[in-house]
Nanobody
Framework: QVQLVESGGGLVQAGGSLRLSCATS???????????MGWYRQAPGKQREMVAT???????NYVDSVKGRFTISRDNAKNTVYLQMNSLKPEDTAVYYC??????????WGQGTQVTVSS
């Protein structure tokens, strides 16, 4: 079994920055089976949406609303994925979740971290 633990959320003023981290823990075998990882967010009253994803090879994908402001990265040696968020806007306010997909199918979610951007 694998666990994903997010950190780095908080309250920030519009225009500010935050860096989210998602640390994975579990057996070496299952961590080795992790493929793509990503960050998703869910604002009150809205559906969860993909924010950014990164493959094991480092290819990235972003939702249009964060392109040029957010950067996803991963450190495979530390089994950690990051989301650097710059030029934050009030509409970025949401609970941010980390997701990991396994090569054998299925995925895993973290517990979420709150990001609040004040205007």
């Amino acid at each position: 079994q694998v666990q994903l633990v997010e950190s780095g959320g908080g309250l920030v003023q519009a225009g500010g920055s935050l860096r989210l981290s998602c640390a994975t823990s579990g057996t070496s075998r299952i961590i080795f089976s992790i493929g793509a990882m990503g960050w998703y967010r869910q604002a009150p009253g809205k559906q969860r949406e993909m924010v950014a994803t990164i493959t094991s090879g480092g290819s990235t994908n972003y939702v249009d609303s964060v392109k040029g402001r957010f950067t996803i990265s991963r450190d495979n040696a530390k089994n950690t994925v990051y989301l650097q968020m710059n030029s934050l806007k009030p509409e970025d306010t949401a609970v941010y979740y980390c997701n990991a997909k396994f090569s054998f199918g299925g995925d895993c979610w973290g517990q979420g971290t709150q990001v609040t951007v004040s205007s």
